[in-house]
T-cell receptor, first 114, second 113 residues
Framework: GAVVSQHPSRVICKSGTSVKIECRSLDFQATTMFWYRQFPKQSLMLMATSNEGSKATYEQGVEKDKFLINHASLTLSTLTVTSAHPEDSSFYIC??????????FGPGTRLTVL | GQSLEQPSEVTAVEGAIVQINCTYQTSGFYGLSWYQQHDGGAPTFLSYNALDGLEETGRFSSFLSRSDSYGYLLLQELQMKDSASYFCAVRDTRGSTLGRLYFGRGTQLTVWP
């Protein structure tokens, strides 16, 4: 199956700093990638749809100025958590679609904000 | 909006069969997917149903009834390694964006020896 990678896998930062997470499709081109957030023991919540060459589409309630998404190429999307606070600590997961039926998920990035 | 319901927990013994149900209410429907997630890991794709009926993939099968807004995941010959969370997810056709997935809260499956 298709492979999606994320970097870093874990990050710890101080409150008020910004953190960038990369999502790459390794063996296919993805015009669309998705970003999810998952709190412990909870479901995956879709945050935004990342479209190559255009602005991301954010789900209701997700602050676009806080979670900056850039999809500069067909294999890379980045999520930047700006001015991070402890409540932003979570597991961030990206996915990319191949065809129309299946999304493949990256391994996730665990963010801890102190 | 989207609403998916699935049981929070299921337990079973090795070798048994387990069925995890999922009911959904969505503004649009393009297909029902199932994902497995182990603690600390990313979701891995298990199966996808766009049409009514049963899809079989090895020990796992998935069923969909669009008229009932209902589906299930059937796990046979359970193994200890099957202990994980299982999520149903609906693809929503709302708007012009295809491929967005909305997840249920997940079912924690525990397999006992």
């Amino acid at each position: 199956g298709a492979v999606v990678s994320q970097h870093p896998s874990r990050v710890i930062c101080k409150s008020g700093t910004s953190v960038k997470i990369e999502c790459r499709s390794l063996d296919f081109q993805a015009t669309t990638m998705f970003w999810y957030r998952q709190f412990p023991k909870q479901s995956l919540m879709l945050m935004a749809t990342s479209n190559e060459g255009s602005k991301a589409t954010y789900e209701q309630g997700v602050e676009k100025d806080k979670f900056l998404i850039n999809h500069a190429s067909l294999t890379l999307s980045t999520l930047t958590v700006t001015s991070a606070h402890p409540e932003d600590s979570s597991f961030y997961i990206c996915s990319a679609g191949q065809g129309t039926d299946t999304q493949y998920f990256g391994p996730g990035t665990r963010l801890t904000v102190l | 909006g989207q609403s998916l319901e699935q049981p929070s927990e299921v337990t079973a013994v090795e070798g048994a069969i387990v069925q995890i149900n999922c009911t959904y209410q969505t503004s649009g429907f393009y297909g029902l997917s199932w994902y497995q997630q182990h603690d600390g890991g990313a979701p891995t794709f298990l199966s996808y149903n766009a049409l009514d009926g049963l899809e079989e993939t090895g020990r796992f099968s998935s069923f969909l009834s669009r008229s009932d807004s209902y589906g299930y995941l059937l796990l046979q010959e359970l193994q200890m390694k099957d202990s994980a969370s299982y999520f149903c997810a609906v693809r929503d056709t709302r708007g012009s964006t295809l491929g967005r997935l909305y997840f249920g809260r997940g079912t924690q499956l525990t397999v006992w020896p």
